[in-house]
Each structure stands twice: as C-alpha cells, then as structure tokens.
C-alpha cells in the first residue's frame, strides 16, 4: 500500500512540474533581435575592447522577463536587464569577450527568459591577433 502511495506521490509531482514548466511556455512575451543572432569580430588587436552589445525587443504582448544568461566559457561575460521588459520596449545584452589570449574563438551565450522563443542563443566569433612587433617609433 506504502508503494502505491509514493508510486501516486510522484507522479502527481511530475505531472504538477511540468504543467507549472508549460505555464511560463504560455508566455506571449518575445525577443526580436535587431542584428543577427552572431557578431563576427574579425581580426582584433591582443587586449583591445571585446565589448558587443546585442539590441532586442520585446515583441510580445506581455512582459519579456529574462532570467538567465550563461556564457560557454569564463572567457566571456554577459550582462543583462534584471527588469521585466515591457512590449515593445529595446534593451541590450553586453557581452564582454576578453582579448587576452591570442588566436581564434566563437562562443556561446544562452539567454533563458519567458518569452516563447526561450532560450534563444546568440554567437559571438573572431581572431586576437599577436602584437605587431614590427613598427619602429
């Protein structure tokens, strides 16, 4: 009988789980980027600016809340609006790549929120170049 009820237990469990998971699913909130969804660098000097801040909207009718943004390494730092975002109202995601280390890279930034295209993910690409060492003053 013990086995019956837990075996129960946990279904309800799950079952209340995932309808709260598809509630938020039900979002009419949406982020429309303005650009493409990666940023080429190019070729960029060791230790230059590796800022890039990536321009959306919220398409939707209700409130874009985001609740998570996660880089694909240290390397790179996202910041984001901790505010709910109105319709229509812009915002940006900055994004800091850090130039230090010389060669070429592409990375991932995971942007989780409630709007219906969650998570959306955005790339960000280039070379650091070695220091010229070959100007004269």
Same mark, same amino acid.
């Not at 939707?60 to 880089?71: A, E, F, R, W």
């Not at 505010?83 to 890279?105: L, S």
């Not at 592409?106 to 070959?134: F, R």
């Given at each position: 009988?013990?086995?019956? &009820?837990?075996?129960? $237990?946990?279904?309800?469990? $799950?079952?209340?789980?995932?309808?709260?998971?598809?509630?938020?699913?039900?979002?009419?909130?949406?982020?429309? &980027?303005?650009?493409?969804?990666?940023?080429?660098?190019?070729?960029?000097?060791?230790?230059?600016?590796?800022?890039?801040? &990536?321009?959306?909207?919220?398409?939707?009718?209700?409130? $874009?809340?985001?609740?998570?943004?996660?880089?694909?390494?240290?390397?790179?730092?996202?910041?984001?609006?901790?505010?709910?975002?109105?319709?229509?109202?812009?915002?940006?995601?900055?994004?800091?790549?850090?130039?230090?280390?010389?060669?070429?890279?592409?990375?991932?930034?995971?942007?989780?929120?409630?709007?219906?295209?969650?998570?959306?993910? $955005?790339?960000?690409?280039?070379?650091?170049?070695?220091?010229?060492?070959?100007?004269?003053?």
């Amino acid at each position: 009988m013990k086995k019956i &009820f837990n075996i129960i $237990l946990t279904v309800t469990i $799950l079952f209340t789980v995932a309808c709260s998971q598809e509630e938020e699913k039900n979002s009419n909130a949406e982020m429309t &980027f303005k650009e493409d969804l990666t940023f080429d660098y190019g070729k960029i000097q060791q230790n230059s600016n590796g800022v890039h801040e &990536f321009e959306f909207k919220n398409t939707g009718s209700d409130p $874009l809340i985001i609740t998570n943004v996660k880089s694909s390494c240290g390397c790179t730092v996202p910041s984001y609006p901790k505010e709910p975002i109105k319709k229509n109202q812009k915002e940006k995601i900055h994004v800091k790549y850090n130039t230090k280390k010389i060669g070429t890279f592409m990375k991932t930034i995971t942007v989780y929120s409630n709007a219906k295209n969650s998570p959306v993910i $955005l790339h960000i690409k280039g070379e650091v170049l070695k220091p010229d060492t070959t100007k004269t003053k």
